[in-house]
């Protein structure tokens, strides 16, 4: 097994802090903004590219940020007009992510989502995962005064897909590429409807990309796992020893991303329906809700619970079941039920060739905190579950770091049983309608 093979000493898990900039104003540092380490205990700096006055937000808000979507299956993707983009550099003079703010419909459930920009060698740049290109967004890009050549999807969801056709009309020159056996429900849509054009696909451990020599691949292309197969290219940034993903692990901040407003922060802690229905019974006071820490912190505890569960059991008090999913390297508990459970043989190929082959230090997905410095123990432990799935294959030569992964992998697999109970249920009743497949249980399939 190829994970036995991984040595990695552990260390404590930490995604970086940040705060805001001011940009506009004439004493304000440069955008040209180091991040420091994770181990350190100082900030990172952010820069968004407004103001930090009423006046300049106001402005800003108008017509910076202005951006309509309204399209997206069940539910349509906000903001619907409004996106603050937030630029932060995750490694000196290489990497740098952009962060927007992202809405489930009419919901007061926000998460963010992150595009990274890597310049490489030959100075350049190479997009991951496109953003809304709004022109606050595309100013922050620009500002970094190189030209981009490469935008990346890598992956087939929607949420990603849906920026790669517009993003890539600012930079007409830019060569996209995309994730294989692109595909979308309840219609399977051709990439041109997306208005992407002249897309090239990602391969599998490709050397012969322009950017090979600094940057690795590995494709998780999975069976059927219902509608659709799960793609998600993996990259590894040599330089830096970064590894990026999209949805494969998560790390969940106590602190809600800056690209949340406070709007969104505040309707998520006040007791609407949704709380009602998720409170253990337990009576719902009826009150206003005052802007303080306290409350942004508990709407973003409870648009957290909503997203990894979609029912979690107590909205009322989120604080327990937050703190058990909250600081640690995960793999989100609905990609683990309604996918990875399906095909943990690929998956455990993937992850092990991963762990195997890269010796990164950090890694950034595409939502929630980054970047995360872990290790590759640290990576190999989020997927401790497969081992229960793929028994004969995790026995087999069990080495010290597999060992410890196994052991961790106890506290990252970890979800609390009342929170998963509408996910399990959502899962049986998919399996039912044959909209997914049964989850491996014991024996590979």
Known sequence: MAAAAVASTSRPLRATPRRALPSSSSHAPPYGITALPVRSRRPRLAVSASSSSPGAEAE??????????????????????????????????????????????????????????????????????????????????????????????PTFAYEHKIFVGPFSRKFP????????????????????????????????????????????????????????????????????????????????????????????????????????????????????????????????????????????????????????????????PIVKTLVFSKVPDKVRDWVDRIAADWRFRRIIPAHFAAPVNTSRSDFLAAFAFLDELLPERSAAAPGLSLLFASFMGRAASYFPPDDMKTLSSLDQFLVSVGAVKKTVSGRKR
Not at 104 to 126: A, D, E, H, Q
Not at 196 to 225: C, H, M, N, Y
Request: proline letters at 9%; hydrophobic letters at 40%; glycine letters at 6%.
């Open 173 to 332: 020159k830019a060569q996209i590429w995309v994730a294989p056996r692109q595909w979308s429900w309840p219609l399977n849509l051709p990439l041109e409807f997306f208005g992407i054009f002249r897309a090239k696909p990602l391969k599998d451990e490709d050397d012969g990309t322009p950017w090979a020599a600094e940057i690795e691949q590995k494709v998780l292309s999975s069976p059927e796992v219902g509608i659709g197969p799960y793609v998600e290219v993996a990259f590894y940034h040599k330089p830096s020893r970064t590894l990026l993903v999209t949805d494969a692990v998560i790390f969940v901040p106590r602190q809600p991303p800056e690209c949340i407003s406070k709007e969104s922060l505040l309707a998520s802690a006040k007791n609407g329906l949704a709380v009602k229905l998720l409170s253990k019974g337990k009576e719902v006071p009826d009150e206003p809700v005052v802007d303080n820490k306290l409350n942004r912190e508990k709407g973003w505890e409870r648009m957290v619970l909503q997203i990894l569960f979609l029912g979690p059991s107590n909205l009322l008090e989120p604080n327990a079941s937050f703190a058990q999913m909250s600081q640690k390297l995960i793999v989100s």
């Open 60 to 153: 800003a808000g108008g017509g910076e940020r202005f951006y309509f979507n309204f399209t997206g299956f069940p539910f349509p993707l906000g903001p619907f007009l409004n996106r603050r983009t937030i630029r932060t550099e995750a490694v000196r003079g290489s990497i740098w992510l952009f962060e927007q703010e992202q809405a489930l419909g009419f919901s007061s459930v926000s998460t963010n989502t992150r595009m990274t920009v890597i310049k490489l060698r030959p100075g350049g740049l190479w997009v991951h995962a496109p953003i809304a290109p709004t022109k606050e967004c595309i100013q922050l890009l620009k500002e970094l005064d190189a030209p981009v050549e490469h935008i990346v999807l």
